[in-house]
C-alpha cells in the first residue's frame, strides 16, 4: 500500500512520541517528503481504490507549510475502523462504500479546521493523559485493541502515522475544553423534561435511575451542536479545497 506522509522539522514541544524536529500535515514546517512503501499482500495490506493522493487540503488550495493535507489513506483508515467495529471486529478486506468514504473525509476536514485554529489560537498543549485518551478514542471506533491493531496491521499503517491522527484529535479536544467551559452543564429540569418527553431510549425506567445517562445524552448533544456551529464558521473563513471524486 502507497502512503504519504508529510514530515517537517518544526519546534513544537507537544510532539513528545517521535522525534522532537518531526511534526505532521498541520505543523509549521517547509520540508514536504513524500514516503512511498509497499507492503506483501501475504501480510494482509489493503490499498485504497483511491491509491494515495490527497483527498483535501486544510487552509491553503495547495499543500504548504500552514495547511493540512488529509491523504486518501487517511480517509481510508478511518472509514474502515467504524466498518471494522460493525464487522465485530473482523477487517473489512472489500472496496469502502463512497458515502462512508464522504462522511469520514468531512469528519477529518472538521477535524483539521478545528486543530488548524487551536493552534492558531495558542490553546495549549496535549499531555500524555490527553493523548492516551485519544488513542483509546480511536481504538474504540474499531471496537477494541485487538481489532485496531489487526487494522493497523492490515493496512500497513505505523505508529508515526498513529500518532499524528492522535495528536491532532488531541488538539480538537484542548480547544473544545476551551471554549466550551461550563457550556456543558446539564441542569436538571433539562434531564426532566427529556425524560418526560419520551424522546429517549429509557422508556419504563423512573428517572433517578437513567438521570445520568440522561444528562449524557444531553451533554453530547450539546458539544455536538457546539463543534458543528464552529465547523460552519470556520469552514466559511478557511480556504478549503477538496480534491477526492467522492468528496461532498
Do not use: K
Amino acid at each position: 500500500m502507497a502512503r504519504a506522509i508529510v514530515l517537517a522539522c518544526a519546534s513544537f514541544a507537544w510532539v513528545s512520541f517521535v522525534p522532537a524536529c518531526m511534526s505532521f500535515p498541520w505543523a509549521s514546517g517547509a520540508l514536504f517528503t513524500s514516503t512511498a512503501r509497499a507492503q506483501d499482500a501475504s501480510e494482509g495490506a489493503l490499498a485504497s481504490a483511491y491509491g494515495d493522493g490527497v483527498a483535501a487540503i486544510v487552509g491553503a488550495p495547495v499543500p504548504r507549510a500552514d495547511a493540512i493535507v488529509l491523504l486518501h489513506s487517511d480517509v481510508d483508515f478511518r472509514a474502515r475502523l467504524r466498518l471494522t467495529r460493525e464487522l465485530g471486529g473482523q477487517v473489512p478486506r472489500g472496496p469502502v462504500p463512497p458515502d462512508l468514504l464522504r462522511a469520514s473525509l468531512d469528519e477529518l476536514v472538521g477535524e483539521a479546521l478545528i486543530a488548524r485554529e487551536a493552534r492558531r489560537v495558542q490553546v495549549g498543549i496535549p499531555g500524555a493523559a490527553a493523548l492516551r485518551e485519544e488513542r483509546r478514542a480511536l481504538e474504540s471506533l474499531a471496537g477494541g485493541v485487538e481489532a485496531f491493531s489487526a487494522l493497523m496491521v492490515a493496512l500497513g499503517a505505523t505508529e508515526m502515522e498513529i500518532a499524528a491522527m492522535v495528536e491532532r484529535r488531541a488538539m480538537v479536544r484542548l480547544f473544545l475544553d476551551a471554549n466550551l467551559r461550563g457550556g456543558t452543564q446539564i441542569e436538571d429540569a433539562e434531564v426532566v423534561a427529556l425524560y418526560e418527553s419520551g424522546e429517549h431510549p429509557f422508556l419504563g425506567q423512573e428517572l433517578d435511575e437513567v438521570r445520568e445517562p440522561l444528562r449524557a445524552i444531553l451533554r453530547r448533544r450539546r458539544i455536538e451542536n457546539a463543534v458543528a456551529r464552529w465547523i460552519e464558521v470556520l469552514r466559511g473563513r478557511t480556504v478549503v479545497r477538496m480534491v477526492a471524486p467522492y468528496a461532498s
